[in-house]
């Protein structure tokens, strides 16, 4: 459901895309076409939710969350086994948005499953899923279970994508969010530092990243000086 077809919709204003889905469920209901537009357009209101750009958070969501329900029946009985995953991830975050942790833990978990089983324990999508779920972990304040997903997560981005890629840097933000939050704060702050340092050197120092990482430097030093 990728390449080609992932493009149709891609391209698309939410508006014509709800128009072409309604359209395609006519004329192919049962297509591989429907499937992936279904997934776009659920992916599309997750990232407006993410991004500020709702107009109503509620009411985006409950579109995200029926978009994401259709695509992933279909992606259960396909043979495209890291689309699925990517389904079963993005209604995980539709559920942790909403505050039903609960129900997004273990679609986050056979996610995970699924990237470890298909693209190996290394790979970057792996990375992302064990990111996500310590996400939802530390939102409950549950620390003990986050950090080594956190852990794992940043050693295979150092591995696999560099030392000095921005997608390690966003690990190391994560664990100095983490430890502050459990008042390591001497470990935070080294660990911001260090993600301060690659995001300035990719990304630059006006970024929204490296300006989001100075910020939570300056919180990490107002708890170690206070």
């Known amino acids: 459901f990728s390449s080609t ?10 508006a014509d895309l709800e128009a072409l889905i309604e359209e395609t469920a006519k004329t192919s209901p049962h297509s591989n076409l429907l499937t992936s537009l279904h997934l776009q357009a659920g992916e599309a209101y997750v990232g407006r939710v993410e991004n500020g750009a709702a107009q109503d958070y509620r009411r985006e969501l409950e579109k995200a969350k029926t978009h994401l329900q259709v695509a992933n029946q279909a992606l259960k009985v396909s043979a495209d086994l890291e689309d699925c995953a990517n389904g079963l991830d993005r209604l995980a975050r539709v559920y942790e948005l909403q505050g039903r942790y609960s129900e997004a833990e273990p679609l986050y978990v056979e996610a995970l499953e699924i990237y470890r ?3 190996g324990e290394r790979h970057p999508s792996t990375a992302s899923s064990l990111n996500n779920l310590a996400l939802l972990y530390r939102s409950q304040g549950r620390y003990s279970e986050a950090e080594p997903l956190y852990v794992e997560a940043l050693e295979i981005r150092k591995t696999e994508l560099g030392e000095h890629h921005p997608s390690t840097a966003a690990s190391l933000l994560n664990l100095a969010a983490l430890y502050h939050s459990t008042q390591r704060n001497h470990h935070a702050l080294d660990a911001i530092q260090q993600a ?3 995001y300035t050197s990719a990304l630059g120092t006006e970024h929204h ?5 100075l910020s939570w430097r300056k919180s990490i030093q107002d708890a170690l000086n206070g």
Do not use: K
């Open 196 to 198: 301060i340092d690659i």
């Open 209 to 213: 990243d490296t300006q989001n990482a």
């Open 5 to 14: 077809l992932g493009e149709v919709g891609n391209t698309l204003p939410l």
């Open 117 to 119: 089983t298909e693209l």
